[in-house]
């Protein structure tokens, strides 16, 4: 079993940037490929970034594209989020999470994840 734990979440002006960490602890970080998602107010859980065990392999939702990036250093047992250019739309939840199926492709669907963070409020003024 993993612990996780977000923070770096705030507020933020539209067109700022800000920097998510989730540290784990427990089981072998390395042996989990990991996501985040990130949840509005009377939406559902919404898929933003994943990445593979090493690292290697990344995916992104269209509307992150080329705005966020996701990294991970498996030596310290940590996540990042690297998340540029926020606009409104970006208001949310984020929650990191571990997936330790050992998939081929990384999964995008929240539902595939085994453990959860608390979440950290990101808020974006515009």
């Known amino acids: 079993q993993v612990q996780l734990v977000e923070s770096g979440g705030g507020l933020v002006q539209a067109g700022g940037s800000l920097r998510l960490s989730c540290a784990a602890s427990g089981r072998t970080f390395s042996i989990y490929a990991m996501g985040w998602f990130r949840q509005a107010p009377g939406e559902e859980r919404e898929f933003v970034s994943v990445?593979?065990?090493?690292?290697?392999?990344?995916a992104y939702g269209d509307s992150v594209k080329g705005r966020f990036t996701i990294s991970r250093d498996n030596a310290k047992n940590l996540l990042y989020l690297q998340m540029n250019s926020l606009n409104a739309e970006d208001t949310a939840v984020y929650y990191c999470?571990?997936?330790?199926?050992?998939?081929?492709?990384?999964?995008?669907?929240?539902?595939?994840?085994?453990?959860w963070g608390q979440g950290t409020q990101v808020t974006v003024s515009s």
């Open positions: 999470a571990a997936d330790k199926a050992g998939r081929v492709v990384v999964s995008i669907q929240p539902s595939e994840y085994d453990y």
């Open positions: 990445i593979s065990r090493s690292g290697a392999s990344t």
